[in-house]
């Protein structure tokens, strides 16, 4: 594309927030259909940018836990269950997958997730579950060490940093005496991904694969 259309490669290409940045990614064939010929121009009266979703809905009720906490910081385990509040189970809060990946197959496991624990309360005859503070905050601990090395944590401005770039991402502090007990997930990578022959961008092949199979038949 820079070769066609050098000019336009510069407008698209951000310059921002370097590497570690989260942006949106263009899907198959985007970027091409600027250069790619045959386009034309498109009157209209009004344009409207939308620039995401309202993210301060805020439940009708007021859901109160154990301890009235003033830390306003949005924190849980697994995005399933928060300390203080028993018998309670969410779906897509705070460190849930929304941001990435499939949303059906992210709500689909946490709906499985919560499942199993209420078959488990049904079955056992459990008068009531909560998650162990202990736990919960390690998890969170365990999170700030591994978003210090993502894109969440570029110097950008976005929504799910109040607007502002994170000046200094808290990361966990580890001693010798004592470990997270989520150290077993890794860093958010793959021995894949972190080989420097494997190939990341093998859809791309792929994707030119299917369109040479195309021409063929026709």
Known sequence: MAARDARLCTMLIPHWGGARCRRVSSGFGYLEAFVAGGNFVLLASAVVCATGFDVSYRLRYSLVGRDVSTNLAAASYISVAVPGYPK???????????????????????????????????????????????????????????????????????????????????TLKLSITRRTPFRFMGMGFTAFEMDETSDLAWYVEEAAKLDVDEETRG
């Open 88 to 170: 309670y189970f969410m779906l897509m809060e705070p460190n849930c997958l929304g941001g990435h990946g499939s949303l059906v197959e992210a709500l689909n496991w946490t709906a499985d997730y919560v499942a199993r624990g209420v078959l488990k309360v049904a079955t056992e005859d459990i008068k009531s579950v909560e998650k162990k503070r202990d736990v919960a905050d390690a998890f969170v601990r365990y999170l700030d060490a591994v978003h210090a090395l993502l894109v969440w944590t570029g110097a950008c401005k976005s929504w799910y940093k109040r607007g502002t770039p994170l000046s200094a991402p808290r």
